[in-house]
């Protein structure tokens, strides 16, 4: 009877340790999974900007950019393109900008929920000319006042999954449609964020890349919207350099920001994320559980084989 007992402990036992072994697995196929997806994690910044009327095809835009070096051509398609935040969020006041207008994009990466403007940071950032080297406003004077507004929009937590990222512009500002898109130059800040770009669909506002090589794992895009035929009026707005107190800043990178100076918190879903953490937390408890089960059990087979002494 006792041998009968005895055998009854060690079967139980033995399912114990199946079902923690098979507990331990699982654990470690979620970790792994879990590193997997955080690997493919990725930021997509969005810098948007409104062109003056006298640029009305990607050939006057170019010409902005002709015959200057990497960063005075950025920074020529810049005071000519003046960045365009929501109406909602602020820019720093002083510097050159567009009027606020609406717009939407999503971002959408192969394992991740898509993304909108609900879900991502608005970044309120400047720089001066003397943070770019460059006299962008032409009065002969590379001042630490004269400021561009190069704030811009973050998405954090974008699941790329084998990489690729879609981009798109399903509302451009009224009056306005997409033209071009455009990478922070090197040269100013180091990234090899332009390596990633596969290609534009000018007519959608759709923008594809693949970031699997990206250094710093963010991306930032310049998108430029050009004035639709008959929208040729005035200019967008503070294209004469106003001067002003400024805060030296002089993040136009792809890295993400260090410190943010909006008034929003990551939205980000982080479904994945999420769910990964409460499988993990469940399976840790089971595994708690059983190995105070096995601690009893093996109790209980130690007096069991005193009284067969």
Known sequence: ?????????????????????????????????SSQDNNN?????????????NIKNIDDFKALENG????????????????????????ASGTVSSPRTNYE????????????????DFMEYEITEADVNKDVDGNGIISTTTALDISHYQFSDV??????????????????????????????????????FLASDDAKG???????????????????NFRNPNNMKMDNGNHNGNMGSTTNVGNMGSSTSTSSMGTSTNMGS??????????RSMIISNISALQQQIQNLFIQIQQLFTQLQ
Do not use: W
């Open 270 to 279: 982080g479904t994945s994320t999420a769910s990964s953490s409460a499988t």
């Open 206 to 224: 759709l923008i594809k890349l693949d970031v699997t090589n990206d250094t710093d794992k963010t991306v930032m895009l310049h998108v430029y």
């Open 105 to 120: 994009f999503s971002v959408l990466g192969e394992n991740s929920a898509i993304q909108y403007f609900e879900d991502a």
């Open 1 to 33: 009877m006792k041998k009968n007992k005895l055998i009854g402990f060690v079967s139980v036992v033995s399912i114990a340790l199946s079902t923690l072994a098979t507990s331990v697995m699982a654990l470690e196929r979620d970790s792994a999974t």
């Open 159 to 196: 699941n790329a999954g084998n990489g690729k990222v879609d981009i798109m512009e399903t509302i451009p500002p009224n009056g306005f449609h997409f033209g071009a898109v455009r990478f922070t130059p090197p040269q100013l800040i180091p990234n090899n964020d332009k390596q990633t």
């Open 68 to 91: 200057k070096d990497p960063i005075g051509a950025f920074a020529n398609t810049i005071i000519n393109c003046p960045t365009t935040p929501l109406p909602k969020n602020n820019i």
């Open 41 to 53: 994690l990725v930021t997509i910044q969005v810098m948007n900007h409104l062109c003056n009327s």
